[in-house]
């Protein structure tokens, strides 16, 4: 990837009729971050699924009811994978400053819902129901909990496009619930397209 043009130098023209195809990268560090993202948001669970063009993340809040999408992100497959990779580095540095996150304490004996039945009762604000895109990553920790900088970093400017807060706990999660996905759509590739996108693979 290139850096931002120079100013001082005159812009590329392109052939008539034809778009300039000029590449331009954003360090995520210098993102912007919108007033009414800067506190973020705290999931306590999630849905995940892919489409043939796209990964989606539905953070979720069960701490009320009825539950609450708090924050949907859509990804294209290859920024996915990337952010899976930042995720395993990141608990990787986690593990070897505070050990282990705890593990999840474990739920009643009861039939797992389908991810079809979770949405059903789930409440979904109209501004989130297209979810923001992402194509980089912030990842910070504590030993509490992950947050994690969505941003969509287009010229001239990089953005946080969500911020999202999550238990230690639940991270080795996040990251069995992608990798799964990623195994899926790598596979996938290789087969005929389907009519729509895999079911959601919940983890609440």
Request: glycine share 6%; hydrophobic share 35%.
């Amino acid at each position: 990837m290139s850096n931002p043009p120079d100013p001082s130098q005159p812009p590329q023209v392109p052939p008539s009729g034809q778009g300039s195809t000029q590449r331009i990268s954003h360090s995520p560090t210098s993102a912007r971050v919108p007033e009414k993202l800067a506190r973020g948001t705290t999931a306590t669970g999630f849905l995940a699924f892919y489409g043939q063009n796209e990964f989606v993340v539905d953070f979720l809040q069960f701490l009320a009811r009825p539950a609450q999408l708090t924050a949907r992100v859509v990804m294209a497959p290859q920024v996915a994978e990337q952010f899976l990779g930042i995720l395993k580095d990141s608990l990787q540095r986690y593990e070897n400053s505070y050990g282990a996150p705890p593990v999840l304490p474990k739920g009643q004996s009861e039939r797992p819902r389908l991810p079809q039945e979770i949405y059903d009762d789930l409440k979904i604000p109209e501004d989130l129901l297209s979810g923001v895109y992402a194509n980089a990553f912030i990842v910070g920790h504590t030993p509490a909990e992950f947050s994690i900088d969505f941003i969509t970093s287009f010229f001239p400017h990089a953005a946080v496009s969500a911020r999202v807060y999550l238990a230690a706990s639940r991270v080795p999660q996040l990251i069995e619930t992608l990798n799964g996905l990623v195994v899926q759509y790598q596979r996938g590739k290789q087969a005929p397209p389907t009519a729509g996108p895999t079911p959601p693979n919940p983890a609440p």
